[in-house]
């Protein structure tokens, strides 16, 4: 009798636990992603897709991307703590070659891409304390938004319509690390807007690593009716010094971890930069069609100063760039001889001038000027996509993009010779997975994509030619193609996982060959990738989740004509694997605590895999309290990064010429921050 009573319970409560995933799932399929332009649901898309909440970014220091990011797989960054240089991220090593900066990744923050049309994205824009939600679809993805081998990054912000009411934050933390921000939103009628501001002093851990930075944001919207909807978005950032610490040899790093090169301190190297973007959109929306007409604009001024000297080139460079762009997209959702189907429709268009000068640096004073020409890039995007669905548990959905691509030099500086030249690169390509649910819980896919990627203005640079392009004959525009075969478990808050294997092979990858003194250089090289990503959330008791995520990727040169000793090497820059560990904990009262590890394993830090930086373990912890009490709330957070006090590298300078390819991370640090909430 007592046993049956014991099974009667266990059935009930499987039962229980069977319906309440059930609802949670259904609910959580509600959250539509955007990154595929085709707005869907999760269990729809036939590609490896992560989405990350504010309830996650919000726990974090805003210095960068990655406090929120790193649970991702198959995505890495590098270089968090030196902002002359940008963060650096990669997915599937796509973008493990910059310099500075991110390439192969498109990047979206409210539809403005904040990649430029030949290639190159910076996030100093961004204020992290806005972000709603971060989309991150990895894999090849040129069907979708054009020159783009690795995925697509798409932030989402705060509008009118998520804020009610006006809220200030004050951080501070070690090695001089000061920030404030604010941000002001209401909903009136059909208007609604958002007001946002943020300002960062950061000294840094290293010696001249000092960074200034202010960010002001406007969003709003205005609803015509139930049908029209316009959207009018203002960003701006304002950075007068972001200092340049420079990497240190072997020696050097033994000596001085905190110290920063002599040459970089000499020369003053660093940037400064001011950005501004505006974008407005038009949205029509019907039971079946929806229609959006977009522009946007963005003005860059961008001053730096690298560690050359005159007696090797023109070390400070001077930047004004325009960029003019938009698109129309179309989308009907009529079903097809009584099949639900979604057909999309559009183009993009992208226009792209910078006025760029180069000078002698003179102990951080501008000389006399070596370099100036005019860069021009306007790309055409004409794209399809159609999702359709077989059955109440399969869709397939299929892309296909053709690209325009033009590249134009005006040389304005003669003395060396005419440089002026024009390249044009016309790219089909395609896309085509398939989605199949056998039940709420399960969904399997498959998709086989093609991808192409041009080089940026700077990789296109011609050491021997002081810089000079020289007739874009040195780097191609690299192709690839793979496929990649997944699977995803969602029983809601109590568990999910998903699972990916992929396969790429990459012709003519733009590959770094050297780096002298800050300055990149590149050729090509082709290279197969493969690799499995694996994530996983669990609840284990009520209130403490238990998250995970490992990425194993064998990614390697097949043949590279520049440096054929190199050939069966893997990529330098990013680690064979990595891998994150994370409790969090989180009570009805507000009382939160979240406890992290991060694993990076060996990274080569050249292409012949002579040089390496050792793996490590790195742990951060926050914890904190979010109270609440009517229409006020008080959120205080205190966070303890690399919490084991680990000695370990934040960036590796790839293919760097004077084997300078380290630079050190913080030691152990604090931080802690108070913000003050009030709803209307």
């Excluded at 991110?102 to 409210?110: A, L, P, Y």
């Excluded at 040899?249 to 190297?269: G, M, P, V």
């Excluded at 100063?305 to 080139?313: A, D, K, N």
């Excluded at 994370?582 to 991060?598: D, H, M, Q, R, T």
């Amino acid at each position: 009798m007592m046993n049956c009573i014991k099974t009667n319970k266990t059935i009930i409560g499987f039962a229980v636990l069977y319906s309440l995933s059930i609802s949670q799932v259904r609910s959580e399929e509600e959250l539509v992603i955007t990154a595929t332009r085709a707005n869907s649901k999760l269990s729809e898309i036939p590609f490896s897709v992560n989405t990350i909440g504010k309830d996650q970014i919000e726990k974090g220091q805003y210095l960068n991307l990655d406090e929120s990011l790193n649970q991702v797989p198959g995505l890495y960054f590098s270089n968090r703590y030196n902002y002359s240089r940008d963060l650096r991220m990669s997915i599937r090593g796509f973008g493990a070659r910059s310099n500075f900066g991110i390439r192969g990744i498109q990047v979206f923050i409210d539809g403005i891409p904040s990649t430029t049309p030949d290639g190159q994205t910076v996030l100093d824009d961004l204020d992290l304390s806005i972000v709603k939600q971060i989309e991150i679809l990895r894999g090849t993805s040129s069907a979708l938004y054009g020159s783009s081998s690795g995925g697509v990054v798409n932030i989402i912000t705060e509008s009118g319509l998520d804020i009610s009411g006006g809220s200030f934050n004050s951080m501070i933390g070690d090695n001089s690390f000061f920030r404030n921000s604010f941000k002001l939103g209401e909903k009136i009628d059909n208007f609604d807007f958002a007001l946002s501001g943020a300002h960062l002093n950061y000294g840094g851990y290293r010696e001249h690593s000092n960074v200034e930075q202010t960010n002001l944001g406007i969003k709003t919207g205005y609803d015509f009716n139930e049908n029209y909807r316009a959207e009018f978005i203002l960003r701006a950032v304002d950075s007068p010094y972001a200092e340049d610490a420079g990497g240190l040899n072997s020696a050097e790093r033994r000596t001085n971890k905190k110290a920063a090169r002599q040459r970089n301190i000499d020369l003053n190297a660093g940037e400064a930069v001011t950005d501004k973007k505006m974008g407005v959109s038009l949205i029509r929306t019907s039971e079946f069609h929806r229609l959006e007409l977009r522009n946007y604009f963005n003005w860059r001024d961008f001053d730096a100063r690298l560690p050359i000297t005159p007696f090797i080139g023109a070390g400070i460079v001077k930047l004004d760039r325009t960029i003019v762009g938009g698109g129309i997209e179309y989308e009907n959702s009529h079903n097809v001889f009584g099949y639900e189907n979604q057909f999309f429709i559009g183009f993009d268009y992208d226009s792209m001038k910078d006025d760029r000068r180069r000078f002698d640096n003179l102990n951080g004073s501008t000389g006399d000027l070596q370099f100036e020409q005019d860069e021009k890039a306007k790309t055409l995007g004409l794209f399809l996509q159609e999702k359709f669905f077989i059955n109440d548990k399969t869709s397939v959905l299929a892309g296909l993009r053709y690209d325009h691509v033009d590249f134009e030099i005006q040389d304005k500086f003669l003395s060396n010779g005419d440089q002026t030249e024009e390249l044009e690169f016309n790219e089909m390509t395609y896309s085509i997975g398939v989605s199949y649910n056998p039940n709420i819980f399960l969904n399997y896919y498959f998709n086989y994509s093609t991808a192409f990627e041009t080089p940026t203005f700077t990789e296109f640079a011609n050491p021997s030619s002081n810089g000079t392009l020289g007739g874009f004959a040195n780097v191609s525009a690299q192709k690839s193609n793979g496929y990649e075969l997944g699977m995803r478990v969602n029983a809601g808050k109590l568990f999910k996982t998903s699972f990916v294997y992929y396969h790429l092979d990459v012709e003519d990858e733009v590959t770094t060959v050297s780096n002298v003194d800050g300055r990149a250089f590149f050729n090509n090289a082709d290279t197969r990738r493969s690799g499995v990503e694996l994530d996983f959330l669990v609840r284990l008791v009520e209130n403490l989740d238990l998250s995970a995520s490992f990425t194993h990727s064998n990614l390697n040169f097949t043949k590279f004509v520049n440096t054929p000793e190199a050939v069966g090497n893997r990529l330098p820059g990013v680690p064979k694997q990595h891998g994150y560990l994370g409790l969090n904990y989180e009570n009805s009262k507000g009382v939160f605590a979240n406890w992290n590890i991060n694993y990076v394993g060996k990274i080569y830090a050249n292409n012949v895999n002579t040089v390496s930086d050792t793996s490590y373990l790195v742990s951060n912890l926050v914890f904190g309290h979010d109270y609440k009490f009517e229409k006020y709330r008080l959120l205080g957070k205190i966070g303890i990064n690399n919490l084991f006090d680990k000695d370990y590298n934040q960036e590796i300078r790839i293919q760097d010429a004077t084997s300078r390819f380290f630079e050190t991370a913080p030691k152990r640090n604090f931080f802690g921050s108070v913000e003050f909430q009030i709803s209307f």
